[in-house]
């Protein structure tokens, strides 16, 4: 599949095209979009909290939900993990799956 980069406009296609789209199922609140409700994730609402285990949890189980949410157009991502990384002013959430017939690990960058 070929996408379009949000910041530069080339064209962007594989893995990259992927992470963007994660990039974007993730960091969309769900019910921002008025046509497509059920467009995003509700990964942002524990962004804000402390990174506790817990929190941690509450983030991965949205994300989930959100892969397997068929408005989001990410069902051609298999994904096996969710490991969150915390980093300054936010976290960083990777995504291994398969993608494509192969094993593929996807990085998105979530900030305050």
Do not use: W
Not at 23 to 33: D, F, N, S
Not at 42 to 47: E, R, T
Not at 71 to 87: A, E, M, Q, R, T
Not at 90 to 100: Q, Y
Request: glycine share 8%; aromatic share 4%; proline share 4%.
């Amino acid at each position: 599949m070929i996408g379009m980069d949000r910041q530069t406009g080339r064209a962007i296609e594989d893995i990259t095209q992927l992470a963007s789209r994660l990039g974007q199922v993730m960091t969309t609140p769900k019910g921002a979009r008025n046509r497509h409700r059920d467009f995003g994730s509700d990964v942002l609402k524990y962004l804000s909290a402390n990174l506790t285990p817990t929190t941690a949890l509450l983030m991965k189980s949205a994300a989930s939900t959100a892969l397997l949410e068929p408005v989001n157009g990410v069902l051609d991502f298999s994904c096996n993990k969710i490991n969150i990384h915390p980093k300054a002013g936010g976290c960083a959430m990777e995504f291994v799956g398969l993608f494509n017939g192969k094993t593929a690990t996807v990085s998105v960058t979530l900030n305050v």
